[in-house]
């Protein structure tokens, strides 16, 4: 029997992609920036030069700097910077991960992985089927003959209400202040209020879930790091913008 799980580069990206339309919309002007700027951002950016030279010099400013992309790592130029976050995989807590979880943790849910797994059944039909067939069909069809409708039919595996996934969200030693800062605000804007959406279909309400830290950390923490994060893009828009571009040629 397969045991569901959540993927840790799936976490990563949600944080990843909430701080990058932080930085975005703070530090630039709607459609200005390039695809090579929204792709630093939103994926860490790729390599675009060859050499095997690190350049220190700007691997140092961006820490300082942009601490929000330098913790979840990075590609510039001929280089790949790795990150200082660690998240892990957010494992089903069931019977069949018992052993893997806190003993504290297993005892809330020891039922069966199956018990907490579920299907959800939709139907999507082609637009051959509406009224808007009129204005994609060819010249010659649009008063006469016959139109073909293709329905798919589709089913997706969930996770029922009140499933319980663990995992955790540290860093390395490695890892400045100013990392762990821009870490926590990047969680507490991929999970407002302490509530994130996770895996797919969240767009149609799926994947709704509570965190609970555990004791591992305030709200109040998470909150005051959102605004530091808020007030060092404000104050050094101009600085982000320019080392951005530089990263990015």
Known sequence: MQVPFLS????????RSALAWRIASTCFEPGTMTKT?????WSGGAIS???????????????????????????????????????????????????RLPEQVAGQRPRRAGAYRGEEFGTRHDTASTQASRMIAPPDTLD???????????????LLPGSQLWGTIGLTPAATDEQQVALQAGIGLWAPEGVAHLGAS????????????????????????????????????????????????
């Open 49 to 99: 030069s060859t050499g095997a030279q690190v350049d220190l010099d700007l691997q140092r400013r961006v820490r300082d700097l942009l601490p929000a992309l330098s913790v979840l790592g990075y590609a510039a130029h001929s280089d790949i910077y790795e990150g200082t976050a660690r998240v892990s995989d957010a494992i089903l807590v069931c019977a069949e991960n018992a052993f």
């Open 144 to 158: 006469g003959g016959t139109t073909e409708s293709t329905q798919m039919i589709f089913d997706t595996q969930v």
């Open 37 to 41: 700027q929204v792709d630093l951002l």
């Open 202 to 249: 969240t767009n149609t309400g799926y994947g709704a879930a509570t965190l609970d830290w555990r004791d591992s950390i305030a709200q109040s923490v998470i909150d005051e790091s959102v605004a530091w994060l808020d007030f060092s893009l404000r104050h050094n828009a101009e600085a982000i913008r320019d080392l951005i571009i530089e990263v990015t040629q």
């Open 8 to 15: 840790g580069a799936s976490i990563r990206h949600g944080i």
